[in-house]
């Protein structure tokens, strides 16, 4: 119980004046004759004593009325009992708004956003004058209490949807610890969600009563905006065969649509931008449904199927035909490379040595269909003679003894920016190897060639030539990669080598050193080795069984060629990375985002990547820089989890938090409410005026039927 | 109404001085009144003819035996037997007191007692006065003759109403007075302890005395008009009481009631006419109770 203008209350005090009249101002009685006055006297003391009942009772119901009168006056309010805890101390109101991509959906022509703003502005509104107000929306970074009201009402009103929305349990739990801060307020938490378990998953209601246990001051409310009636149809995350193409591979795309609610099979469209940059229609399915599960969404599945993309980077959107509630989820873009193969040099003392890993990086059995790597034989022998620049990538395999301006010429297209893989095995000289020219590529001075039988085991697959590998780490048979002869270097290793992969007894397997521009790695064992050399024993089995062998290979070599598979596809709010080749000098480069804008951006000088943080909204972004005939793009999507429309259980969110603490209620009105009535109490004026009337009929009542005329 | 039968109002009578004719008006008015009623005819009753003298009223001229004798004579009336009257006047002070009244409690019965004193010379019946306070003060010998009128309204006229009054002694004292069975009437407000009152009325009765108590209040005593705080004071002892005049109406009628109905039983049961009046009713009832009793004597 409070009141709003407790001052008013002083008017109680004017009880006196009733008392004082009935007391002190006494009025003068009139004096009369009356001869009678034997049956006045009879009845005297049983009339004086209900006289005095009366006098007493009137008294004190005028006293009542005038006090009561004074109390109505002043507005009394009454506090529930959960804002009962820092009474009377100023709020600090946190106001979470869920923004993320699912609160797009729109209702009765008006998004849930839209909603949520509007009942956010309706609490902020109510909020008393001495209140402080914070926003927290579901981007990242911190936020804190604001010292007016106005600041929190402009931030509301300019609410957008976020694409990389944060989880709201997070942004929960961020506002009951600011809240839980204001130790001088009384906090209170007002979270405006649909309830859809997108927004709150199975767990939330845990963290953040965990959250409430350690805020035991702060209020939550939470405000629903959503309903149960959802329909909509949502295109899942598109997969694609790869995104990287070689000249004639076919590009596979496939999804899940989900349908939610009664409605048509979708028609899902594929479009692929023209060389303009228009979209044109390639292709369009009728998705077939499944059967309905529990919670009425029926499952399709879609596959299209684009075979004649030519050289460059293409970039096209898989999109649902009709529209519905949610738009987002209706388009997923997608972007692929088509690149030529790789070309690869290999250098063995035969070329008998190297077809084992030449048919590993190119089958002669699938010549001509778009393989990755077009490999070129050439004798160790030779390599003084063989023009390296063309090559991508030139790997060394167990090399005989190599003139010293073979080594130079190795070192020199490193430093320019070429992959060099040298393998070292039977024909390795240490004597010879640890001259100078040979030196320059090696990561250290041959000791000697050990013969502890071990395998291939590497301990981590971070390092990118093998990071490929990471997908399928736990499939791969790293026992059969057995290993009996290595070479070891003397200790210590030059300063700038380091390990990229062990053998299972922990000895160095593949080096990398630094050379300039390009990359190069050392194998202490061979790469190509025969399973029966003619006249000694094997150095390893590598060979013996195509998997993981192909892998390893695919992956060293292409790390080497640079023609790992780059990352086409992003999330939103993710930073894009675009991979630049050795010769390719970019400055400045312009950034053209789904909307058509057109950003000129400068590159950070000496970094092989350009970076782009630019990324919040889904579409696909075009990169391109006329000086280096630079033409990249990549596309953003939305996490699929925004889709998730299926409502939680409001009753078992209010089971899991405290009851004290939580408070849940649907719509703006009644938030705006829940406001005042914690703010300020509920306001008992009607009913304190109701009384005053209630005392006042009772007395005049009294009053009539006490003095009644007979 | 016709014009003299207004003279039954007492603020009527107010206007009117002098107390013969204020007696000789209610007479006629009452008179008047009788003619259309049943009691026309019924008490008095011709006895013979005597001649007109100046004075007489010329209605009472027989114009029949005028006719025949070509004299004035008028019909003399008389009763079939005469009953000797006494009328007892309260003199005390509390008898003086009228509330925004046109007559005082002592006004009211002074006519009525002049008016009933003129009907009952009418009526040759002799009528006597007495008057008490703590005891008798004065007594008035009855005759039947019409000077009796004169004299009795004379002393009614000089009447003061002053004393304390002991209304049960006086009339103790009034019962050692009369030798012949009469027809006593009491006018005061009895505002005096009633046992001792009713027991000498009894006794009275047991005397073989017809009685009538005119028992007269104000309308104020009646009524209780007052409002809001008074103090009321009691012009006999002196007394004075503070009351909330509102609140103590409804104790007060009760009260007053009461003390009626005690006296109407207790009078009933003795075979006492007890008449209860205020000074706002006409002089018509008083009367209409002396003829009945008259009747019931006859």
Known sequence: MGFLTPALTLGALAVAVPIVLHLVMRRQPRILDFPALRFVLQRRESNRRRMQLRHWLLLALRCALIALLALALARPTWRPPQSRGKAGAPVAAAVVIDNSPRMEYVEAGRSRLDAATEAAASVLDRLPDDAQATVIDLTAGSARFALDVDSAVSRVENMAPVADARELTAAIIDAIELAGEQTERRGQVFVFSDLTRGALPAEAADRIAKALEAAPDVQLALVDVGSTATKNVSLGELQLSSSLLRTGEQLRLTATVSVAGDGDPPL?????????????????????????????????????????????????????????????????????????????????????????????????????????????????????????????????????????????????????????????????????????????????????????????????????????????????????????????????????????????????????????????????????????????????????APWPYVAICDHLVGYLARDAETQLEYLAGDTATIPLAPDERVTSYVLRTPDGQGLRRTSVAGEGTLSISVTDAPGNYRVTSGGSRLNRGFSVNLAPGYSELVRRDPEELVAALPKEQFQLVVGGDAAAELVEVSATGRELFPWAIGLVAFVWGAEHFLANRFYRKE | MTTVEKYLKPEVIRQISRLDLRAQFIVKGFLQGLHASPFHGFSVEFSEHRKYTAGDDPKDIDWLAYAKTDRYYVKKFEAETNITGYLAMDLSASMDYSYEQELSKFEYATCLAAALCYLMVLQKDPVGLVTFGERIVDSLAPRSNRRQIGNILSLLAKLKPRDKTDIANSLTQLAAMLKHSSLVMVFSDLLTDPEPVLAALRRLRHGGHDVIVFHILDAAETAFPFEGLVELRDPETGDKLEVDADGYRADYLQEIKNFRDHFTRECRQSGIDYVPLDTSMQFDRALMEYLVNRRTHG
């Open chain 1, 268 to 544: 899902a469209e594929l479009l692929v931008a023209d060389d303009s940059g228009e979209l044109v229609k390639r292709d369009q399915q009728l998705i077939s449904l499944g059967p309905a599960s529990s919670e009425g969404v029926q499952v399709g599945d879609i596959e299209f199927v684009v075979d004649d993309l030519p050289l460059g980077t293409h970039q096209g959107v898989v999109q649902l035909a009709a529209a519905d509630a949610l738009a987002f989820d209706n388009r997923r873009y997608f972007t692929v490379d088509v690149r030529p193969a790789a070309r690869v040099l290999l250098a063995a003392e035969t070329p008998a040595d190297a077809t084992l890993l030449r048919e590993a990086l190119s089958p002669s059995l699938f010549a001509g269909e778009g393989g990755r790597f077009d490999c070129e034989v050439v004798r160790a022998a030779d390599l003084p003679k063989t023009a390296l620049d063309e090559q991508q990538a030139v790997l060394v395999l167990d090399p005989p003894s190599l003139p010293a301006e073979a080594w130079d010429a190795l070192w020199k297209y490193a430093q320019q920016g070429g992959g060099l893989g040298v393998f070292l095995g039977h024909n390795a000289e240490s004597r010879e190897l640890n001259e100078a020219a040979p030196q320059q590529v090696l990561p250290g001075r041959l000791k000697r060639i050990s013969r502890n039988a071990t395998y291939l085991r590497p301990r981590r697959l971070d390092h990118p030539a093998l990071a490929g590998l990471a997908n399928y780490a736990e499939a791969i048979p790293w026992q059969l990669c057995r290993v009996w002869q290595y070479w070891q270097f003397e200790q210590p290793l030059a300063g700038d080598a380091h390990v990229v992969a062990t053998f299972a007894n922990g000895q160095p397997a593949i080096l990398q050193r630094a050379a300039g521009r390009g990359r190069l790695l050392v194998g202490v064992t061979p790469l190509s080795e025969s399973l029966n050399p003619r006249g000694r024993d094997p150095w390893n089995d590598f060979t013996a």
